[in-house]
């Protein structure tokens, strides 16, 4: 019977082996660390925020009508933008009572008890200090694509400087409240009464996906209209 034959390396081709892989191509490490060319433009995406507020005078009877529909417009804008946390801040001497209505009217609207928070501060002139309720909107600034080379005399056969620019751009126009460019929404809670009945129906060996809707199957129909 033929013995298997063995390949063995001796001590110099091993050592030369090693070398060569401890040594990578510099120029393929250096383009793995480079950000793709469309990259480039997400840094050119700028938010900001600005109050979007409204004064109040702080009348001894309360809130007047002007006042009420004033804030129901207010409500609409905050709506619309998906606002976060509206500060509703009353002066200590005379405008708790503004200030306590406005509150309530805004969590008649719709507004989430969470999201309205009723605050006191101190001014020198009781007579004439507003209650200014606001909330931070944001907005997104893009950058100008405007500037393009002429695409057919790259010799380099390299990414023109605009590459990514426009789609970028649009995309961030589109977004319907600019801070999810700052920071994530937080995960919905997840369904329970779905999982029971999924998790009940798998024990029992039934089917588990939803019932299938004749009206969506996609077929043609070959009716003669």
């Known amino acids: 019977m033929q013995k298997p034959f063995l390949f063995r390396l001796t001590p110099l081709a091993g050592a030369f082996l090693l070398a060569g892989c401890a040594h990578a191509d510099p120029d393929a490490v250096a383009r793995s660390m480079t950000p793709n060319v469309l990259d480039a433009w997400t840094g050119a995406i ?61 969590l008649g609207q719709g507004a989430p008890a969470e999201k309205v928070l009723l605050i006191g501060y101190d001014t020198a002139d009781p007579g004439d200090a507003p209650v200014v309720v606001g909330f931070k909107r944001y907005a997104v600034a893009t950058p100008n694509c405007g500037s393009w080379e002429d695409v057919t005399r790259t010799m380099g056969n390299r990414a023109i400087d605009n590459l990514g620019c426009a789609v970028t751009a649009n995309m961030a126009m589109q977004l319907a409240n600019p801070e999810d460019l700052i920071t994530p929404r937080t995960m919905d809670p997840a369904d329970p009464s779905r999982r029971a009945v999924v998790f009940d129906k798998y024990r029992k060996g039934q089917v588990t996906s939803s019932a299938k809707d004749t009206q969506a199957s996609g077929a043609v129909s070959q009716a003669i209209q």
């Open 46 to 106: 700028q938010v900001t925020s600005q109050p979007d507020e409204i004064r109040l005078a702080a009348h001894p009877t309360g809130l007047s009508g002007s006042q009420a529909r004033a804030l129901a417009e207010f409500h609409a804008r905050w709506m619309q933008a998906e606002g976060g946390l509206i500060t509703v801040s009353a002066p200590n001497q005379g405008g708790y009572r503004v200030g306590s209505e406005t509150r309530s009217y805004l």
